[in-house]
């Protein structure tokens, strides 16, 4: 997809939102753009675990991400006229991280393997959308866009607290 009319309206300003709302170009890849958008969640949630961050860092984080979100996607659809293209992936690299919480609170002793079990997870949640994730993408503007992630990483985060409990992970 190209907006070459954004980009000459919105000038430079239109090129970074664009860059940054794509996960820094992931999201323009054709197939599977959120799977490969996820990919950056899965990078922050792996930084957060290495460096140690607690409950505040993890939500401090996840907090950060929902309001840059939120902005970006607000901005994105000002430039180039248009909600929440598949190219679109900072709620996808956003929401990621909630999944992880229940493996990272306390720490996993398996972490990596939750990372991989977490992304199966967010990604089943995300494309089946099953309800009410899928109303959720009716929400207004930027809200609209992230909130169906956001509870996509809040299901998948119920699953990860299953396997936690049951100390499977």
Same mark, same amino acid.
């Given at each position: ?12 300003? !239109? ?87 229940? !493996? ?47 509870? !996509? ?17």
């Amino acid at each position: 997809m190209d907006y070459p009319a954004a980009q000459k309206t919105g000038g430079a300003a !239109a090129v970074i939102v664009r860059f940054v709302a794509t996960g820094f170009g992931i999201g323009r890849i054709r197939n599977a753009p959120g799977t490969w958008g996820t990919l950056w969640g899965v990078l922050i949630s792996w930084l957060l675990f290495e460096a140690g961050a607690g409950w505040f860092g993890w939500i401090s984080t996840i907090v950060a991400l929902h309001v840059a979100g939120l902005l970006v996607c607000r901005l994105y659809a000002q430039y180039f006229h248009t909600k929440d293209p598949g190219e679109l992936v900072v709620d996808e690299i956003a929401a990621f991280p909630i999944t992880m919480l229940p !493996a990272a609170m306390p720490p996993s002793s398996s972490f990596t393997v939750a990372l991989m079990i977490g992304f199966v997870f967010f990604r089943i949640f995300d494309i089946a959308k099953p309800p009410p994730i899928k109303q959720l993408e009716q929400l207004p503007g930027p809200l609209g866009v992230m909130a169906d992630d956001t509870l !996509a990483g809040m299901c998948s985060a119920a699953c990860m607290w299953c396997l936690v409990w049951g100390k499977w992970l």
